[in-house]
């Protein structure tokens, strides 16, 4: 069973995977967040080693799945297991993970428009210790919040190394290169450029009605906590601009 597995922050376009490896390559399937997606397990596995039971529960399923299907590859796009780099390498040793990043303030503003942090909190700062951010978390609001998420996540997925990391702005922009280099890095994958391409030219997981602007539309303000968070780890990821 060969593994593929495609982590980020969310809102990342990780289900362009999901679609490109069902239905553009011919030897691979994909699902997206299958369950147990380890939605709020992951989180727990930051402060804790897993346990057999972990392993297996999260192991099983997907072998079973993948016996029902012909393909030699199974991927899966999951965003929640960016916390759990170290556990899919126990659990799958052969394993190739593939780390999505995207612009923080874009992320941040999409988030909010799925009202992350506002009906709902996800990654909290006691799940990682940080105890700066648990002393800020009721004060803050939802996108200093939604700062310290994608700056948590992206520094938590970089301790564990993943074997490649995509930019999101190579994906979807420019001349979109990244898509072939992680289809050209799996030399035994099936596929059609070209249908790969048209793919390319088509959006995915696109928000609807967005009520919350983009950066350039914040005022100071915003932009001034966006940055006193995240500043350090967008300049790391090489989001200078």
Do not use: C
């Not at 369950?35 to 596995?45: C, D, G, M, V």
């Not at 088509?202 to 995240?230: D, M």
């Amino acid at each position: 069973m060969n593994t593929i597995f495609v982590t980020s922050t969310g809102r990342t376009g990780t289900d362009f995977f999901t679609t490109l490896f069902n239905d553009y390559v011919s030897n691979a399937w994909s699902l997206h967040e299958p369950r147990p997606a380890f939605r709020r397990r992951s989180h727990q596995l930051i402060k804790r080693k897993p346990t057999l039971f972990d392993k297996y529960y999260f192991k099983i399923p997907r072998i079973r799945w993948h016996r029902s299907h012909g393909e030699e590859w199974y991927v899966e796009t999951n965003y929640h297991l960016a916390t759990a780099i170290d556990f899919l390498r126990e659990v799958f040793p052969q394993t190739t993970v593939i780390h999505v990043i995207r612009d923080g303030r874009d992320v941040v503003t999409s988030w909010l428009n799925k009202y992350r942090y506002i009906t709902n909190d996800h990654l909290l700062p006691e799940h990682v210790g940080d105890v700066e951010a648990m002393k800020n978390w009721k004060s803050w609001n939802p996108l200093q919040k939604l700062a310290w998420y994608w700056k948590t996540i992206n520094l938590l997925a970089g301790q564990s190394e993943p074997d490649m990391w995509l930019r999101f702005e190579d994906i979807f922009a420019g001349d979109k290169k990244a898509v072939f280099e992680v289809l050209d890095r799996f030399k035994s994958l099936d596929y059609d450029a070209a249908q790969v391409k048209q793919l390319l030219n088509k959006k995915v997981n696109k928000t609807r009605t967005p009520f919350f602007p983009g950066y350039e539309q914040w005022p100071s303000l915003w932009k001034e906590q966006f940055h006193e968070i995240a500043g350090d780890a967008m300049k790391r990821f090489g989001y200078t601009e």
